[in-house]
Protein backbone atom coordinates (compact mmCIF):
# COMPACT_ATOMS: atom_id res chain seq x y z
CA UNK A 1 0.00 0.00 0.00
CA UNK A 2 1.59 3.19 -1.11
CA UNK A 3 1.96 5.86 1.33
CA UNK A 4 -0.37 8.99 -0.03
CA UNK A 5 1.97 12.00 -0.22
CA UNK A 6 0.46 14.27 -2.92
CA UNK A 7 -1.30 17.03 -0.56
CA UNK A 8 -4.44 16.68 -2.68
CA UNK A 9 -5.22 13.74 -1.32
CA UNK A 10 -5.46 14.48 2.26
CA UNK A 11 -8.46 16.71 3.95
CA UNK A 12 -6.73 20.14 5.60
CA UNK A 13 -7.81 20.70 9.41
CA UNK A 14 -8.27 24.07 10.60
CA UNK A 15 -7.47 25.50 13.97
CA UNK A 16 -10.29 26.69 16.39
CA UNK A 17 -8.67 29.48 18.74
CA UNK A 18 -10.81 30.78 21.92
CA UNK A 19 -9.35 32.55 25.15
CA UNK A 20 -7.61 29.76 26.51
CA UNK A 21 -6.90 27.37 23.82
CA UNK A 22 -6.00 25.78 20.82
CA UNK A 23 -8.06 23.21 19.49
CA UNK A 24 -7.48 20.91 15.77
CA UNK A 25 -10.16 19.79 13.41
CA UNK A 26 -11.80 18.34 10.50
CA UNK A 27 -14.72 19.28 11.32
CA UNK A 28 -16.37 21.94 13.74
CA UNK A 29 -18.24 19.02 15.59
CA UNK A 30 -15.35 16.36 15.57
CA UNK A 31 -12.14 17.33 17.93
CA UNK A 32 -8.84 15.83 17.23
CA UNK A 33 -6.96 17.85 19.60
CA UNK A 34 -6.66 20.62 22.11
CA UNK A 35 -4.32 22.95 23.78
CA UNK A 36 -4.17 24.84 26.21
CA UNK A 37 -2.09 28.09 25.84
CA UNK A 38 -0.55 28.79 29.34
CA UNK A 39 0.45 24.80 29.49
CA UNK A 40 1.17 24.05 26.24
CA UNK A 41 2.69 20.16 26.67
CA UNK A 42 -0.38 19.38 29.13
CA UNK A 43 -2.97 16.44 28.03
CA UNK A 44 -5.88 18.96 27.98
CA UNK A 45 -8.39 15.70 26.63
CA UNK A 46 -8.70 12.89 29.39
CA UNK A 47 -8.21 10.03 26.57
CA UNK A 48 -4.97 11.30 26.04
CA UNK A 49 -3.94 11.24 29.81
CA UNK A 50 -5.31 7.83 29.75
CA UNK A 51 -2.99 6.64 26.88
CA UNK A 52 0.13 7.91 28.73
CA UNK A 53 -1.32 5.13 31.00
CA UNK A 54 1.69 2.54 29.53
CA UNK A 55 3.90 4.17 32.17
CA UNK A 56 2.34 1.66 34.77
CA UNK A 57 3.97 -0.41 33.41
CA UNK A 58 7.04 0.78 31.86
CA UNK A 59 8.12 3.90 33.19
CA UNK A 60 11.49 4.47 31.47
CA UNK A 61 10.85 3.22 27.23
CA UNK A 62 14.20 3.83 25.58
CA UNK A 63 12.29 3.97 22.21
CA UNK A 64 8.84 4.96 21.29
CA UNK A 65 6.81 5.20 17.81
CA UNK A 66 3.53 7.33 17.51
CA UNK A 67 0.81 6.35 14.68
CA UNK A 68 -0.76 10.07 14.06
CA UNK A 69 0.13 13.23 15.39
CA UNK A 70 -2.86 15.42 15.73
CA UNK A 71 -2.33 18.38 17.49
CA UNK A 72 0.69 16.95 19.42
CA UNK A 73 -0.32 16.65 22.76
CA UNK A 74 1.25 12.88 22.96
CA UNK A 75 4.09 13.69 21.18
CA UNK A 76 5.26 17.15 23.29
CA UNK A 77 4.48 15.36 26.67
CA UNK A 78 6.48 12.28 25.89
CA UNK A 79 9.14 14.71 24.61
CA UNK A 80 9.24 16.60 27.57
CA UNK A 81 8.59 14.44 30.09
CA UNK A 82 10.88 11.32 29.14
CA UNK A 83 14.27 12.84 27.89
CA UNK A 84 15.93 9.23 27.53
CA UNK A 85 13.17 8.37 24.78
CA UNK A 86 13.26 8.59 21.35
CA UNK A 87 10.45 9.46 19.94
CA UNK A 88 9.13 8.94 16.20
CA UNK A 89 6.14 10.43 15.21
CA UNK A 90 4.18 8.78 11.68
CA UNK A 91 1.66 11.31 10.26
CA UNK A 92 0.31 11.14 6.58
CA UNK A 93 -1.38 13.94 6.44
CA UNK A 94 0.89 16.79 5.36
CA UNK A 95 -1.31 19.74 6.29
CA UNK A 96 -1.52 18.38 10.02
CA UNK A 97 2.35 18.37 9.38
CA UNK A 98 2.09 22.14 8.62
CA UNK A 99 0.79 23.27 11.66
CA UNK A 100 3.12 21.25 14.15
CA UNK A 101 4.41 25.28 14.98
CA UNK A 102 0.42 26.08 15.53
CA UNK A 103 0.92 23.97 18.40
CA UNK A 104 4.38 24.09 19.66
CA UNK A 105 5.77 20.41 18.46
CA UNK A 106 9.21 20.81 18.71
CA UNK A 107 11.49 20.33 16.04
CA UNK A 108 13.23 17.30 14.54
CA UNK A 109 16.28 16.99 16.55
CA UNK A 110 18.40 13.68 17.22
CA UNK A 111 15.81 12.14 19.87
CA UNK A 112 12.65 13.41 18.01
CA UNK A 113 10.98 13.18 14.58
CA UNK A 114 8.02 13.12 12.54
CA UNK A 115 8.18 11.67 9.50
CA UNK A 116 4.97 12.27 6.61
CA UNK A 117 4.24 8.41 6.17
CA UNK A 118 1.57 5.80 6.62
CA UNK A 119 1.73 4.23 9.94
CA UNK A 120 0.37 0.91 8.41
CA UNK A 121 3.83 0.95 6.40
CA UNK A 122 5.61 2.37 8.92
CA UNK A 123 5.10 -0.93 11.52
CA UNK A 124 4.93 -2.98 8.50
CA UNK A 125 8.91 -1.62 6.88
CA UNK A 126 10.40 0.34 9.52
CA UNK A 127 13.42 -2.49 10.95
CA UNK A 128 13.63 -0.57 14.16
CA UNK A 129 12.28 -2.36 17.51
CA UNK A 130 10.09 0.05 19.90
CA UNK A 131 8.97 -0.76 23.47
CA UNK A 132 5.81 1.61 22.99
CA UNK A 133 3.43 2.00 19.95
CA UNK A 134 0.88 4.68 20.15
CA UNK A 135 -1.72 4.81 17.82
CA UNK A 136 -4.00 7.30 17.35
CA UNK A 137 -4.73 7.64 13.97
CA UNK A 138 -7.83 9.03 12.67
CA UNK A 139 -8.52 10.92 10.16
CA UNK A 140 -11.50 13.28 8.63
CA UNK A 141 -13.38 9.86 8.06
CA UNK A 142 -12.70 8.11 10.56
CA UNK A 143 -10.03 5.40 11.45
CA UNK A 144 -8.51 4.55 8.13
CA UNK A 145 -9.11 0.55 7.53
CA UNK A 146 -5.47 0.12 7.21
CA UNK A 147 -4.98 0.68 11.25
CA UNK A 148 -7.45 -1.58 12.03
CA UNK A 149 -6.70 -4.62 10.24
CA UNK A 150 -5.49 -7.94 11.20
CA UNK A 151 -2.55 -7.90 9.54
CA UNK A 152 -1.74 -4.09 11.17
CA UNK A 153 -1.92 -5.24 14.37
CA UNK A 154 0.27 -8.64 13.71
CA UNK A 155 2.70 -5.92 12.28
CA UNK A 156 2.21 -4.13 15.38
CA UNK A 157 3.52 -6.76 18.16
CA UNK A 158 6.43 -7.95 15.34
CA UNK A 159 7.42 -4.03 15.90
CA UNK A 160 7.61 -4.18 19.40
CA UNK A 161 10.77 -5.19 21.61
CA UNK A 162 10.13 -8.04 23.25
CA UNK A 163 8.33 -6.94 26.35
CA UNK A 164 6.89 -4.23 24.06
CA UNK A 165 3.44 -2.33 24.80
CA UNK A 166 0.70 -1.10 22.00
CA UNK A 167 -1.68 1.50 23.05
CA UNK A 168 -4.50 1.96 20.98
CA UNK A 169 -7.17 4.65 21.20
CA UNK A 170 -10.52 2.92 19.73
CA UNK A 171 -14.05 4.71 20.23
CA UNK A 172 -16.58 2.41 22.31
CA UNK A 173 -19.60 3.07 19.78
CA UNK A 174 -17.31 2.56 16.33
CA UNK A 175 -19.38 -0.10 14.56
CA UNK A 176 -16.52 -2.69 14.48
CA UNK A 177 -15.65 -1.51 18.22
CA UNK A 178 -15.87 -5.20 19.04
CA UNK A 179 -13.93 -6.56 16.01
CA UNK A 180 -11.53 -4.80 16.64
CA UNK A 181 -10.79 -5.23 20.22
CA UNK A 182 -10.93 -9.17 19.02
CA UNK A 183 -7.87 -8.35 16.40
CA UNK A 184 -5.54 -6.88 18.72
CA UNK A 185 -6.61 -10.08 21.29
CA UNK A 186 -5.54 -12.33 18.33
CA UNK A 187 -2.74 -10.54 17.45
CA UNK A 188 -1.69 -10.57 21.44
CA UNK A 189 -2.69 -13.04 22.59
CA UNK A 190 -5.42 -12.01 24.90
CA UNK A 191 -2.74 -9.88 27.07
CA UNK A 192 -4.98 -6.75 26.82
CA UNK A 193 -6.42 -4.62 28.95
CA UNK A 194 -9.27 -1.94 28.07
CA UNK A 195 -9.98 1.08 29.83
CA UNK A 196 -13.29 3.32 28.79
CA UNK A 197 -13.08 6.99 29.35
CA UNK A 198 -16.82 7.67 30.05
CA UNK A 199 -16.88 10.93 29.13
CA UNK A 200 -15.73 10.68 25.82
CA UNK A 201 -16.42 7.35 24.45
CA UNK A 202 -12.89 6.71 24.15
CA UNK A 203 -11.40 2.84 25.02
CA UNK A 204 -7.85 3.06 25.20
CA UNK A 205 -6.77 -0.85 24.43
CA UNK A 206 -3.35 -1.91 26.14
CA UNK A 207 -1.64 -4.92 24.50
CA UNK A 208 1.34 -6.34 25.89
CA UNK A 209 3.57 -8.92 24.52
CA UNK A 210 4.07 -10.42 28.22
CA UNK A 211 0.92 -11.09 30.49
CA UNK A 212 0.48 -7.95 32.61
CA UNK A 213 0.90 -9.54 36.10
CA UNK A 214 4.04 -9.47 34.83
CA UNK A 215 4.48 -5.90 34.37
CA UNK A 216 2.66 -4.37 37.08
CA UNK A 217 2.42 -5.11 40.51
CA UNK A 218 -2.24 -5.52 42.04
CA UNK A 219 -3.22 -2.63 43.67
CA UNK A 220 0.08 -0.53 43.38
CA UNK A 221 -0.19 3.17 41.98
CA UNK A 222 3.32 4.79 41.89
CA UNK A 223 4.32 7.82 40.66
CA UNK A 224 7.00 7.46 37.80
CA UNK A 225 9.67 8.77 38.51
CA UNK A 226 10.18 10.97 35.18
CA UNK A 227 6.67 12.74 36.10
CA UNK A 228 7.23 16.28 38.24
CA UNK A 229 4.84 16.57 40.99
CA UNK A 230 2.14 18.69 38.46
CA UNK A 231 2.11 16.41 35.48
CA UNK A 232 1.47 13.27 37.89
CA UNK A 233 -1.20 15.22 39.81
CA UNK A 234 -3.02 15.46 36.47
CA UNK A 235 -2.30 11.90 35.31
CA UNK A 236 -3.02 10.15 38.71
CA UNK A 237 -6.62 9.61 38.73
CA UNK A 238 -5.98 8.33 35.30
CA UNK A 239 -3.81 6.00 36.03
CA UNK A 240 -6.04 5.16 39.31
CA UNK A 241 -8.53 4.20 36.95
CA UNK A 242 -6.11 1.56 35.28
CA UNK A 243 -5.05 0.21 38.18
CA UNK A 244 -8.50 -0.55 39.24
CA UNK A 245 -9.10 -2.08 36.13
CA UNK A 246 -6.25 -4.30 36.02
CA UNK A 247 -7.31 -5.79 39.76
CA UNK A 248 -10.80 -6.40 38.31
CA UNK A 249 -8.78 -8.68 35.52
CA UNK A 250 -7.21 -10.55 37.64
CA UNK A 251 -9.07 -14.25 39.20
Same mark, same amino acid.
Given at each position: ?6 ? +? ?14 ? /???? !??? /? ?17 ? +? ?6 ? @? ?5 ? +?? !? ?46 ? /?????? @? ?28 QSFYDA ?12 ? @??? !? ?28 ? @? ?8 PFSERQ? /? ?9 GQQAWG ?18
Amino acid at each position: MPDKLDP +AEHVRPFVWDDVNTKS /LHFS !ISE /LQSRMRLEKPDALDVEYTR +AMMGFLLF @NARPASI +AM !IGLGGGSLAKFCHRHLPDAHITVAEINPHVIALRDEFRVPSDDERFRV /LQADGA @NYVRDTSQRHDVLLVDGYDYDGMPESLASQSFYDACHQVLSPHGLLVV @NLH !IEHPDYALLVGRIERSFEAHVLRVHVKREG @NVIVFASKTPFSERQR /LGVLSQPQTLGQQAWGELRPTFAQIVTTLQELQP
